[in-house]
T-cell receptor
Framework: DAGVTQSPTHLIKTRGQQVTLRCSPK?????VSWYQQALGQGPQFIFQ???????QRGNFPDRFSGHQFPNYSSELNVNALLLGDSALYLC??????????????FGSGTQLSVL | GQQLNQSPQSMFIQEGEDVSMNCTSS?????WLWYKQDPGEGPVLLIA?????ELTSNGRLTAQFGITRKDSFLNISASIPSDVGIYFC????FGGGADGLTFGKGTHLIIQP
């Protein structure tokens, strides 16, 4: 039973570029959430996707956007990259939009470095 | 928005010692969670708490949901080398997964041989 898989594992970009990160949820899950974890900090909620729509959003600018596909996989897009966007980006999946938190499974993340 | 203050920031302990860490919030939460994160991995859920005053154990781990709903603590008894890692508290204001979790900054647990 595959868990949450994210790609790529590491990525280096320069300021102003755009980046796309990918996530495949755990088998049987239909909801995907994205978190940003800066060095030395806890994860911060970016947004959640359910039924191919953004359902909830944290305090992140519009440069951060996403998409969910019919197979429940998801992408996180960041435009006009800033140095401060350097972080570990975590994807978490669950079953159902209102599932309780013990059902939330995290991937290993994509480490993004912006130079 | 909500902020979680987690302490201590780091702990240096001897193997076999008990560990205690806590988390306080400026806002009320109705769910408290404790996660462990190893290097290069995502957080893994250790304990979930859903009711004020609740005390829950998972092996050598015990966590409590404060009665004010603004705090929680995690205890680890008889620490072993594999307990090394970063422990995060997380809270959620609403009952479902639709609202994202608010995480603390983590407690880095280091076990000295």
């Amino acid at each position: 039973d595959a868990g949450v898989t994210q790609s790529p594992t590491h990525l280096i970009k320069t300021r102003g570029q755009q980046v796309t990160l990918r996530c495949s949820p755990k088998s049987g899950h239909d909801t995907v959430s994205w978190y940003q974890q800066a060095l030395g900090q806890g994860p911060q909620f970016i947004f959640q996707y359910y039924e191919e729509e953004e359902r909830q959003r944290g305090n992140f600018p519009d440069r951060f956007s996403g998409h969910q596909f019919p197979n429940y996989s998801s992408e996180l897009n960041v435009n006009a990259l800033l140095l401060g966007d350097s972080a570990l980006y975590l994807c978490a999946s669950s079953l159902g939009q209102l599932s309780t938190n013990e059902k939330l499974f995290f991937g290993s993340g994509t480490q993004l470095s912006v130079l | 928005g909500q902020q979680l203050n987690q302490s201590p920031q780091s702990m240096f302990i001897q193997e076999g010692e008990d560990v205690s860490m806590n988390c306080t919030s400026s806002s009320i939460f109705n769910t408290w969670l404790w996660y462990k994160q190893d290097p290069g991995e995502g957080p893994v859920l250790l304990i979930a708490l859903y009711k004020a005053g609740e005390l829950t154990s998972n092996g050598r781990l015990t966590a409590q949901f404060g009665i004010t709903r603004k705090d929680s603590f995690l205890n680890i008894s008889a620490s072993i080398p594999s307990d090394v890692g970063i422990y995060f508290c997380a809270g959620q204001l609403f009952g479902g997964g639709a609202d994202g979790l608010t995480f603390g900054k983590g407690t880095h647990l280091i076990i000295q041989p």
